[in-house]
Structure formats: structure tokens, C-alpha cells
């Protein structure tokens, strides 16, 4: 967690707009934060044609923006919720949120640095979204976390969230990453690491991630993310592949919903260990 809290601080405090939406001709303060901000409600109006197609619709009391960065959706979502709850791991991500906020005090912006969403009660939310997020920490982590949307939104909710699950292996674009990146016979074993999880930091840069502010990407597999829904019984009701990462990286987005009668099991407070803690 403090490798990732340093990173993010470095990317909020130099160039907040670009670590969001990280189009290379935006760099270095380019973003107009009019422009930046209106991709917020494009990408909700898209999102509520999705869940129509399945009988869904984006409303009710409380909605969590989980790595809200700058509040660029947060503050899309509060057209359609009473509030609109924004964590983010970084506090100058968080001071820009509130800088921009158009909501008035529909969007309350919060930081958290635990491994877990434990500042929330039980079935707190309507809804729950996490978009280009979770690829930027461990995949155990991001497990808890996906543990922790389904503790913290209400039965019948609807949870939406993005993932990559691995190289995109029929783009050109990866092939040429890849060749890039392995300069150095190390092991084979050494190489995969290196290229699974964006190692690719000089030593001294991988103990100070202040020193280069990279962001690392990290996968879980389809057949993961569904093994974990499964155990709590949640509803799929769609997985679409994305363009989050680009063409070099295969990335899903899942639509769930969770039982209005879920099993009472689910509820143990000893089950939810189990199955949120880190491998």
C-alpha cells in the first residue's frame, strides 16, 4: 500500500488529469479540466444504456466510486444518486476532486489507505464502480477488494468494475513491448515476472517510486475474477472486453448484481476472512 500511496501522490501532485486519462498529447498539464471532466457523463450515458439492455437502471440512494481519482465520474454519477461516495488512496488526487466538484456535497470525497473498505458498513451502497483502477495494484489485492464490493452494496445493487486478464497476444503492439522490455537474460522465470507485472523500473526507482511514478499493471484471469464472483453468488450479467489498456492488454469489464435474497452464509463475518484475505 505505500508503494502504491507514493506513486499515486507523485502522479496527483505533477500531472493529475494525464495519470487518469493518459493520452500521450495530454501530457504534462495539457488536459483543459472542462474537457477532462466531460468525459465523465459520456462514459455514465454510456454505461446506462448498458444496464438497460439487461432491465437495470442507475439510480438510488448511495453510489461508490472506488479510486475515484479526481472525481471525473463521481461527479457523473451524482446526477443520478442522493450521494456519491469517492475513495481514492491519494490525498492530492482527492484535493483536485474537491477542487473540480460541481455536486455540492453529493459527492463526498474520502481517502483510504487499507486493504480493505472497512470505513463502510454492511450494504452500504446502490452501486458500485471501479473503472481503470484495479489494474494498478497487486491481484491479491484486488481480490479484497472485489471481496469488499459485494460486503458493501446492498441486496439487488448492481456492482460494475474493469480488470485486465492478460496480454493480448494477436496485437503486433505487444510483440514490439515485449521485445522492448526483455534487454537482459536474467532466468526465464525473472523474465515473465518482469514482463507480467511491468518490472521494468531501474533498481534504485523500484525502492523510490517517487523517483519515476510508473504505473504498474497487473492481471487476473477471467477464470479468476468468475470463481470469486461465484463464491459469493453474485449475478453476471455481462463480461465485454474493453479498450482500458489499450490494444497490448486484454481488458474486461464485468456487470453484476447481487441477490436480493442473498444466502445467509455469505453474511458470515468468518466467511468474508477467508475469502478477502491476501494469498
Known amino acids: 500500500?505505500?508503494?502504491?500511496?507514493?506513486?499515486?501522490?507523485?502522479?496527483?501532485?505533477?500531472?493529475?488529469?494525464?495519470?487518469?486519462?493518459?493520452?500521450?498529447?495530454?501530457?504534462?498539464?495539457?488536459?483543459?479540466?472542462?474537457?477532462?471532466?466531460?468525459?465523465?457523463?459520456?462514459?455514465?450515458?454510456q454505461l446506462k444504456e448498458r444496464l438497460a439492455r439487461y432491465g437495470l437502471s442507475l439510480k438510488g440512494e448511495r453510489a461508490l466510486d472506488f479510486g475515484c481519482g479526481v472525481g471525473r465520474i463521481s461527479q457523473a454519477l451524482g446526477t443520478h444518486f442522493d450521494r456519491v461516495d469517492g475513495v481514492d488512496i491519494s490525498a492530492p488526487m482527492l484535493d483536485q476532486a474537491r477542487r473540480f466538484n460541481t455536486q455540492g456535497p453529493t459527492c463526498q470525497f474520502t481517502q483510504n489507505h487499507s486493504p480493505n473498505l472497512k470505513l463502510f458498513e454492511d450494504e452500504t451502497f446502490d452501486f458500485v464502480y471501479s473503472r481503470i483502477v484495479l489494474q494498478h495494484m497487486p491481484a491479491s489485492l484486488a481480490r479484497c477488494y472485489i471481496a469488499e464490493f459485494y460486503r458493501v452494496l446492498r441486496p439487488g445493487g448492481i456492482l460494475f468494475f474493469?480488470?485486465?486478464?492478460?496480454?493480448?497476444?494477436?496485437?503486433?503492439?505487444?510483440?514490439?513491448?515485449?521485445?522492448?522490455?526483455?534487454?537482459?537474460?536474467?532466468?526465464?522465470?525473472?523474465?515473465?515476472?518482469?514482463?507480467?507485472?511491468?518490472?521494468?523500473?531501474?533498481?534504485?526507482?523500484?525502492?523510490?517510486?517517487?523517483?519515476?511514478?510508473?504505473?504498474?499493471?497487473?492481471?487476473?484471469?477471467?477464470?479468476?475474477?468468475?470463481?470469486?464472483?461465484?463464491?459469493?453468488?453474485?449475478?453476471?450479467?455481462?463480461?465485454?472486453?474493453?479498450?482500458?489498456?489499450?490494444?497490448?492488454?486484454?481488458?474486461?469489464?464485468?456487470?453484476?448484481?447481487?441477490?436480493?435474497?442473498?444466502?445467509?452464509?455469505?453474511?458470515?463475518?468468518?466467511?468474508?476472512?477467508?475469502?478477502?484475505?491476501p494469498d
Open 1 to 45: 500500500m505505500r508503494k502504491l500511496s507514493l506513486t499515486w501522490d507523485t502522479l496527483g501532485r505533477d500531472d493529475p488529469f494525464w495519470a487518469v486519462l493518459s493520452e500521450e498529447q495530454r501530457r504534462e498539464g495539457r488536459w483543459n479540466p472542462k474537457d477532462f471532466y466531460a468525459t465523465g457523463p459520456v462514459e455514465v450515458a
Open 162 to 277: 474493469q480488470i485486465p486478464a492478460g496480454w493480448n497476444l494477436s496485437s503486433p503492439e505487444t510483440f514490439q513491448e515485449l521485445r522492448h522490455h526483455v534487454t537482459v537474460p536474467r532466468g526465464l522465470y525473472k523474465a515473465i515476472r518482469r514482463l507480467v507485472m511491468f518490472d521494468w523500473l531501474r533498481p534504485q526507482e523500484r525502492k523510490d517510486p517517487r523517483l519515476s511514478a510508473e504505473f504498474e499493471m497487473h492481471f487476473t484471469p477471467v477464470s479468476r475474477v468468475m470463481r470469486l464472483l461465484e463464491r459469493f453468488d453474485l449475478q453476471v450479467a455481462e463480461i465485454k472486453r474493453d479498450n482500458a489498456c489499450g490494444e497490448k492488454m486484454c481488458s474486461y469489464n464485468y456487470l453484476v448484481t447481487k441477490p436480493a435474497n442473498p444466502p445467509a452464509r455469505l453474511h458470515s463475518r468468518w466467511a468474508w476472512r477467508r475469502i478477502t484475505s
